[in-house]
């Protein structure tokens, strides 16, 4: 478990060295190789016809949910095209992955995984199911953020306020109690939930090496 990560720099490779500098030959200063975004960026992925992730269908078991927020940087401004993943097990706790011992009662319906880009402001709006709980995991989703001046990911989850088995859950459990709301969803009405995700900075996201 980590914050937002940032590599310590280690000594320059020859790649990072002035061109000039290596004509010339014999001892000279090295420059770090400067900062460069990821991409393609996540609103033209998005854009294919891969892009994104199935509709949520209606005929998905369970209750229907919408979860909006907004991503912000350290110095607390909104940060748009981002690409945000989501992935749950179904309404009864389920996992449609091999790897899940009960995938065979997995909802044929519901797919488990979201895919959405944050628009101009920031802002994001996920549709899928309230997920069961799994095991001695209360009710989650894990949440995955792809965009520049991200190196590969972030990855943190995402709890639903008041939800009784959270206080049972190992993975919050590790989380140091005066955090663990960064990762709560917010109730605002019936069936809406409020996420804000921070990079860095006050109340940052605690964010899992995975």
Known sequence: MSDARTAAPGPPSPSTVAPS???????????????????????????????????????????????????????????????????????????????????????????????????????????????????????HMLVAIYGGGILYRHVTRLYFEAEPANTADLVRAAVPPARRHTLMARPVEAGRYRFDIRLQGEDETVFFDV
């Open 21 to 139: 500098a290596k004509a010339e030959g014999g001892p000279s200063p090295r420059e770090i190789t400067p900062f460069q975004p990821t991409g393609p960026y996540p609103q033209v992925m998005l854009d294919l016809p891969t892009g994104t992730a199935i509709p949520l269908s209606a005929a998905a078991r369970g209750e229907h949910i919408v979860i909006e927020g907004t991503v912000f940087d350290g110095a607390g401004k909104p940060v748009a095209d981002l690409m945000i993943e989501t992935w749950q097990a179904d309404a009864a706790g389920h996992h449609p992955h091999p790897g899940d011992p009960s995938a065979a009662q997995a909802d044929p319906s519901f797919w488990g995984y979201r895919r959405v880009a944050t628009d101009n402001r920031g802002g994001f709006r996920i549709e899928s199911v309230k997920p069961g709980a799994t095991d001695l995991q209360a009710p």
